[in-house]
């Protein structure tokens, strides 16, 4: 079961918090129904699978495994409806984890942050880079990224 809420974060904040190094990431979505996502994933050098199911609130169901990378980029380029590129900063903070994704291409401009937790009511302490939730907001899950990429809708 992945839990997870996610978040802006506050650009200027971000920047002088220091300069992380990060991983490249391209991922294609094969189908983005409501019921169901199915990502393909490279990730540096290696390749993934990931099938998540239906979100209910901040939760869903989340199966993840590996496969080589030949076959990843050969997928995302032959069946991807949408392709999602983006740099990706593990911080640790206050004994979590926070991935923070700083996006690329038609979704350049984009910093968004995701914790995953062990419960959805869980207790934490947010980074002072944080600015706004947006857990519940469609627009910012990849999968809806993929297909109405930030550039079409962020100043509006």
Known sequence: MEIERKYLLNKEV???????????????????DINKTIRIRVMGTLGYM?????????????????????MAK??????SEGIVEKIRYCIP?????W????????????LLAEIELNFED??????????????DDIRYFNSNLSKNPYKNWKDK
């Open 50 to 70: 990931t099938i998540k199911g239906k979100t209910n609130h901040i939760s869903r169901e989340e199966f993840e495994f590996p496969i080589p990378t030949d």
């Open 122 to 135: 869980e207790v934490f302490e947010l980074p002072e880079w944080i600015e706004k939730e947006v857990s």
């Open 14 to 32: 971000w920047l002088k918090s220091g300069n992380p190094t990060g991983k490249n990431i391209i991922q294609g979505y094969l189908t983005t």
């Open 93 to 97: 903070y206050r004994g979590k984890i």
């Open 74 to 79: 050969k997928l995302i380029k032959k069946y």
């Open 99 to 110: 991935e923070v994704d700083k996006f690329l291409g038609d979704n350049e401009g984009l």
